[in-house]
């Protein structure tokens, strides 16, 4: 008597922990609408797919955020300088706080753009080399030919261009604005020329400003620094 239940418990103890250990395809869940069939799938899940592509992608987050930050610092370093100048600038701020905000302005263009060309040493969507990132023309992406003539990778170089000027514009203007002010202020005149630089770089090489509402807002940018320097010049021929 007691050995067939034995038999019978032994083998049911089995399936238990055989089902335990064992990893099921199928589980069957059972409510009041029906049976619920829930399959597994191999492989890793979302939480670890988010995690791996966060840890491959983050630099690209850091480029793209650090560029954009850069990018309008500088539009707006830019049109309050000049209002600095034509006195525009003083009908919304303080003339203390106006200069305090345009040099704070210098700074946080300056360290975004060194975010932006250190994160680029991390990106393994678009690799460069730090070489590559220091001497214009010796990248090879994205190379532009016009006109037959071949202009190598313009887009790279005129942002590493635009990188040295702006680095000469915000350390200069931080320790010779008051000492040196005739060097200062012709060393000043290259943010003309950098906000170009910047303009392309950013038009052909920004992710965001490929196409649509970002791209058309950049150029509108663009239209509003051209007209503010035209105001400039225009103030300097007649006062």
């Not at 030919?145 to 915000?170: C, E, I, K, P, R």
Request: net charge positive; charged share 10%; no cysteine.
């Amino acid at each position: 008597m007691f050995k067939p239940l034995f038999t019978l418990s032994f083998i049911t103890v089995l399936f238990l922990v055989f089902g335990i250990i064992a990893k099921p395809k199928l589980a069957h869940a059972a409510d009041s609408s029906g049976d619920i069939v829930v399959q597994t799938i191999p492989g890793p899940s979302v939480a670890q797919k988010l995690t791996a592509r966060t840890k491959s992608s983050w630099s690209w987050y850091v480029v793209r955020g650090s560029g954009m930050i850069a990018a309008i610092s500088l539009v707006i370093l830019m049109i309050s300088g000049m209002g600095l100048i034509t006195g525009y600038t003083f009908r919304f701020l303080e003339p203390l706080t106006a200069w305090a905000s345009h040099r704070a302005l210098g700074i946080v263009f300056g360290v975004s753009a060194l975010m932006h060309i250190v994160g680029l040493l991390f990106d393994h969507f678009v690799p460069f080399s730090i070489m590559q990132l220091l001497v214009p023309w010796l990248s090879h992406y994205k190379p532009l030919t016009l006109l037959g003539v071949h202009l190598g990778s313009l887009y790279v170089a005129f942002g590493v261009l635009a990188f040295y000027g702006a680095l000469l514009v915000v350390v200069t203007s931080l320790v010779w604005v008051e000492k040196k002010p005739a060097l200062w202020k012709l060393i000043h005149l290259l943010s003309y020329l950098i906000i170009g630089f910047v303009f392309v770089h950013a038009l052909y090489l920004g992710t965001d400003l490929a196409h649509g509402f970002l791209r058309w807002l950049w150029i509108g940018f663009a239209v509003a620094i051209v007209i503010a320097i035209i105001n400039r010049v225009w103030r300097a021929n007649t006062v």
